[in-house]
């Protein structure tokens, strides 16, 4: 029985036109065969397709073919399950998370979604694609400042990895307290923030951080307090004794042990040079 295939979890704008270390992750691991671009999330694709058949060009990618459903029913249609026959991995796009786990949700494509993964399909996602990876997925919350009880938006994810919860966009918009405001209502999950053009790549149970920013863990295992459940739903959170780790790119984490080990960045994206 084949192994299940990577996870490439991408917090947003990725670079699509110099270095591409995060597409070219992809590529690497699809091997020359067909790559779905699911753009699902989006209430108007036009131009996602077209931005990514840009950006994987020369990367070594076979044939590059769009998934898009308008409307629920046809997640259930021949013609979109025939898009993902024989496709070496599935790509998600930016937008609504909320639309990909309720266009596609328990539906032929999701299934045929999971066996592709279980078969050795690599998943990825970026932005609203990566939050629906997890079990439960943040829908809305505030950025930028302090979580206030009562204001988070939860729901259920595609779950094809278990016991966290994904938030993108992470530093670029101050997402801390709505993240830790996630890992408060659950300490199990393990709260994960990935920067832009940024990824962790889950294979089996460890992840490994790609790309020019960090990815935050944050772990409430150790929690000694929390207000979540007692006060009034405009005070701001309260929580003692949480564990944050921060991880750049080449650095590890065990998702079983809850530990981080430093790694060499052998892929490391820079940030494009700025003016002093």
């Given amino acids: 029985m084949a192994d299940a295939g990577p996870l490439i979890i991408i917090g947003g704008h990725e670079d699509k036109e110099g270095e591409r270390v995060i597409l070219k992750a992809v590529a690497e691991r699809v091997q020359g065969r067909k790559l779905v671009i699911a753009t699902v999330a989006s209430h108007e694709p036009e131009g996602y397709f077209e931005s990514y058949r840009k950006g994987f060009e020369g990367l070594g990618v076979g044939e590059l073919v769009e998934l898009y459903v ?3 029913s046809e997640s259930q249609s021949e013609a979109a399950l025939a898009i993902l026959e024989n496709a070496g991995g599935i790509f998600f796009s930016g937008g609504d998370q909320l639309r990909i ?4 949700g328990d539906t032929p ?3 045929r979604i999971r066996e592709m993964h279980a078969s050795g399909a690599v998943i990825a996602g970026t932005s609203a694609g990566a939050s629906v990876m ?3 997925m943040l829908v809305k919350g505030a950025s930028s400042e302090s979580y ?3 204001e988070l938006h939860m729901a259920p994810g595609l779950g094809l990895v278990r016991d966290v919860i994904i938030d993108q966009h992470f530093a670029e918009r101050g997402r801390y307290g709505r993240l830790l405001g996630a890992v408060a209502h659950n300490p199990r999950l393990l709260g994960i923030g990935i920067d832009e053009n940024t990824a962790v790549v889950v294979e089996g149970r460890r992840l490994r951080v790609l790309g020019s920013g960090a990815a935050y863990v944050v772990d409430g295992e150790t929690a000694t307090h929390s207000n979540i459940a007692e006060a009034r739903s405009d005070r701001a959170l309260s929580m ?17 042990a809850r530990r981080p080990s430093p790694g060499q960045d052998d892929h490391g994206a820079r940030p494009p040079k700025t003016g002093s």
């Fill in 70 to 72: 308008e409307e629920r």
């Fill in 134 to 136: 997890s079990e439960t």
């Fill in 101 to 104: 786990s309720s266009q596609i």
């Fill in 148 to 150: 206030r009880i009562g």
């Fill in 109 to 111: 494509v999701e299934r």
């Fill in 240 to 256: 003692f004794d949480v564990r944050m780790h921060v991880l750049s790119s080449g650095d590890r984490f065990d998702l079983d």
